[in-house]
């Protein structure tokens, strides 16, 4: 459904992008996974029929991008960077717009919204709804006409982890109907439980290839374990983890509402869930990202990040860090 063959695109002179090959299925979920200025943004304009290839083919449901216009806003749905929305209009607005374009009956866009989650937000102002909310509406935007390809751009920014959810249930939804999904994004956390495979972009170019659920399938479940006072061993799934800090020569997990000791260093930790979007924040903290929804900065050289915990718990992050970070995640 989706197929790219000797892809080239120059730019300034030099060969921005270059791909031989890649092919995702009928039902298939892939990511291409890169950094800020990997390529990420110009492949996307070429999938999406932008900007043209100065060689090679791009076909998306038997439709070149570029050339058939029409017949890609037919099979394809698109989920951008940014949302995109009407802020004048409703949810339900807004989406019965859009099933005015595709010629699809009003009634598509209320069972969109209630599919998202959003139907009791149906008559509520966008400027009233949080990003994760933004998030679903855009989603269901890109689902609205059941596109046969799905290409979607950083799908869980400014998401909090109900909505990474909620949206991952939805992509497995529709990849289940025959739909072929297309992710790029800047880190593959919330990725690897969801792609049948992930490639890794290096500056226009395939760098890896990854079949992470294969990989799980091979491995034990992975757990990490806490030791309770009682002796007791409990083993906690990584997406339950806020943070994991050192305190007098010991390393402790924090989820919601514990902070259980483990007989790992901080260091063996980092090693363990380096795969699972945990960040060495501060010499002493490792940070789940995925429960991160502020980065605060206090002086020049000092900052914090800000969990999504009911206490809005602060993390200490380092001047170096802060860099890392900035780099990781593109801002």
Known sequence: MIEIRDLQKVSGGSTSIDIPALDVGQGEIAALVGPAGSGKTLLFDLLAGRTRPTAGTIRLADSDPYQDQAQLSQVAGFLFAEDAVYQH?????????????????????????????????????????????????????????????????????????????????????????????????????????????????????????????????????????????????????????LYAYASEGRAYLVTGDSHLPTQFTLSEIEERLSRSGFFRAHRAYLVNLQHVQEVIPFTRNSFSLRLTDPENTEIPLSKSAAGELSDLLGY
């Open 89 to 241: 209009f409703s949810p339900l607005a807004n989406l019965e717009f859009h099933c005015q374009l595709y010629g699809l009956p009003k009634s598509r866009a209320a069972e969109v919204l209630a599919l998202v989650g959003l139907g009791d937000q149906a008559n509520s102002k966008p400027d009233q709804l949080s990003s994760s909310l933004l998030r679903r509406m855009g989603f269901g935007r890109a689902i609205l006409h059941s596109p046969k390809v799905l290409l979607l751009r950083e799908p869980f920014a400014r998401c909090d982890q109900t909505t990474i959810r909620l949206l991952s249930n939805l992509m497995r939804a529709q990849a289940e109907e025959g739909t072929t999904l297309l992710i790029m994004a800047t880190e593959r956390s919330n990725l690897e439980p969801l792609c049948n495979v992930i490639y890794l972009l290096n500056q226009g170019r395939i760098a890896e290839i990854l079949h992470p659920q294969e990989e799980q399938e091979a491995s034990f479940p992975f757990k990490i374990p806490a030791k309770l006072e009682d002796k007791k061993v409990v083993l906690l799934n990584p997406a339950e983890i």
